[in-house]
């Protein structure tokens, strides 16, 4: 791939990105959601503000990683809307595929050209593409 540089790709030197802070889902299937990240993939449900709306927030940790927002209608799974994935790291490759297959949750793998990151691709009740990552093979 080839870097662009330009006017509109140039250096901003007054705000600095730290991290990605957490992925918010909209879905019209708020509890079947919630169930598929706590009971499959671990998260766990925690403090939300009292918005004006239905949701959950989900936790790794102490941080808060995955927003859910109830809506009245279905929206477009990833593979079709502009955004194709998010990612959370996972502390155990192989323990993390198997507890994926004991749960019965259909899954994709991967690894990353030079072997650096190992890549499992599993989809929510909304369509939403999951990647689960850990560190390649020492």
């Known amino acids: 791939m080839k870097s662009r540089t330009g006017p509109r790709h140039t250096r901003c030197l007054g705000m600095q990105v730290l991290d990605i802070d957490h992925a918010a889902i909209r879905t019209a299937r708020l509890a079947e959601t919630q169930a598929f990240f706590t009971d499959v993939l671990g998260l766990r449900l925690g403090p939300r503000p009292a918005f004006a709306f239905d949701g959950a927030w989900l936790y790794a940790g102490d941080k808060d ?5 109830e809506t009245e209608h279905d929206k477009l799974p990833s593979p079709i809307s502009s955004i194709n994935h998010f990612a959370l790291r996972v502390a155990d490759f192989d323990a993390a595929v198997a507890h994926l297959e004991k749960q019965g ?11 650096e990151l190992r890549q499992i691709y599993v989809t929510d009740p909304n369509g939403v593409r999951v990647e689960l990552n850990a560190p390649g093979p020492a």
């Open 65 to 69: 990683v995955v927003h859910l927002v």
């Open 105 to 115: 949750v259909p899954f994709k793998t991967d690894v990353t050209p030079g072997g």
